[in-house]
């Protein structure tokens, strides 16, 4: 279709969660496809109109789908913008993006949605896919037209970093939706415990005079919003969950049968409140860093599969909008160049076996999302990430592609990197390695 | 003048609080200070090591005390002083804070005199300019002077600090008066309590080394020290104390709670004082146990101590 020779990924350590795949074999990529995969093929050699790629025996897996990016597209461009997130999502094996809506960039149109995808189709790097707004400029009130945005191609709903709190809102999202088969996404966390709060409370936001957010503000929120979710049906999904007895409420809704599922992200199991330091305002997020014990209690979610996905949070920030007293600062981190390397932390640390740490940014988001991508079977998308599992490096600041450098992992010893990232066919990056 | 052994002598870059400080840097901060209240009891009063320096004092929130106090002190140890009130919306509409202590740090002054509305601010603004930084006041983080002036105020009339119970009542919560006493207190030996409603006790407070109680009379018992705080009705977003007669009836120091402490037990407040709110007149005025004035006297002693502590090491840097 596209005019360019097959392609054979061969030699290659095939992991697939999706599947529960994991060894030698090869994947035949052509017209951005999948058109074969498996142990057994080329075992005879690739044929002379395919061009062959070998990978060296290192791990080829479905390119990474991140449930939660903050573009800045349209909005606070300075930060970010679609062509600089995607090019920091393919230096981090990211082939899929979900979009968020921002308090400055609302997706509340089937224009935006569309426009959205079609940016992202012409820069051609990654799949973009938006979510749409629950509600109108994210004030929690009047629903946006959810059925014109579901047509659109929005994945699901969010008021990104704002919890819809109205419980009779909620309700009717939830039940509105089960019409369209998608997720609602919720920023668990009641909001008027967390008013004008800037760390978790505790011993450090009482040592720094900060007005801290108590750790229940997470747990009431998901337990009432269950309990929603059992009245309606809806499908509902808890965003970054960051606390133990947020878990949890999860954990005691899947086993009810529930339709709940959660995610979180790197910092909530790479970090603890500690790193916030004097007013380190990189280590201001939205939720808070929270406390060894909270932080321990998420790795044992990933670790049981109450906590299905990992996403990279990935909120640009520019000096500006940080280097200011700490209850100034926004809140937010870029997210999206390290979250394969923090993936496999919770791998070499023994928590997870490659193949459950890559469902957690491949198959487990695409379920959720509804998405062909997330695996290496005949006919999903030709989205691919070559991975070198063991290689040692560093996260610096000044290595990242994205446009602004506000990373809370500088300096930190990672093990695992992406080699190559293969999009729709097309290898759009690669380290030479 | 009064300069101790130049080589022990505590001679930070910056003050911006006391978490960290070692009993022997306090100790050498009140022994300074303790040398600079013979000297503002004499009728010449003007010293000279600071003469040719410039201090600012760079107000983000309004203080009348604090910064006539600084001014005072910068100038009887023959400093050049200039004060600025900076309205915090001025902050919010243009200037950020960075861009304001770089401009003031290119006119060339010694030493920033800075107090902010937002906790980590006077830290924030140290690390961008070149000149010494003393907190007077950041948020509800710290404000060490007053810390300082309180714990001379103490040694000079107990002797010493080690040892002592000190009872800290009212607004725990949004008072950096507290946590920088907190912090010295407990460095220093004594035993500190604190006293207030649960809703202005903050979180884990006993982790920074005080025993919490919510009953004054238990909080005040054998007390050596009970030093009052005021409520922080301007930090408060909503209801914290239903009324300032209940926070007076529970949490108000008269007569009646003050027999539980030690009969020579000194009071204490920061100030300003709010009668009937925090604190009985009858209390607040008694010549033989509130030491409320002292701490006045004390705080132009210490101020000139910490001036000329952040300048010493620049005496030392030129030529």
Redesign the interface.
Known sequence: MNGEAPRAFINARLVDPASGMDGRGAVLVADGVIQDVGPGLFADGVPERVEAVDCQGRVLAPGLIDMRVTLHETGETHKENLQTASQAAIAGGITTMAVVPGPKQGIETPAQVEYLIARGRETGLTDVRPYGGITKGTAGETLTEMGLLSEAGAVGFTDGNRALADADTLRRALTYITRFGVPLIQHPEEPSLA??GQVN???I??????K?I?AVAEVIMIERDVRLVELTGGRYHAAHVSTAAGIDAIRAAKGRGLKVTCDTAPPYFGLNETAIG??RTFAKLSPPLRSEEDRLAVIEGLRDGTIDAVASDHLPQDP?SK??????AEPGAVGLETLLPLVLELHHGGVLTLDQALAKVTSAPAAILGLEAGRLAKGAPADLVLIDAEVPWVIREAGLVSKSKNTLFDGRPVQGRCLATVFRGRTVYSTGA | MNAPDANTRFAPRHILGIEGLSPDQITSLLDAADGFVALNRRREKKGESLRGLTVINLFFETSTRTQTSFEMAAKRLGADVINMSVATSSIYKGESLIDTAMTLNAMRPDVLVVRHPHSGAVELLSQKVTCAVINCGDGSHEHPTQALLDALTIRRRKGTIAGLVVTICGDIAHSRVARSNIHLLTAMGARVRVVGPPTLIPAMIERMGVEVFHDMVAGLADADIVMMLRLQLERMHGTFVPSLRENFHFYGLDEDKLAAAKPDALIMHPGPINRGVEIDTSVADDIDRSVITEQVEMGVAVRMACLEAVTAHQEAASP
Do not use: I, V
């Not at chain 1, 936001?205 to 900060?210: A, F, M, P």
């Not at chain 1, 280097?323 to 100034?328: D, E, G, H, K, V």
């Open positions: 008013a004008e409370e505790g011993e936001s009482t040592r720094l005079g900060l801290g108590p004097e007013y500006d280097r200011l007293p700490f209850a100034q």
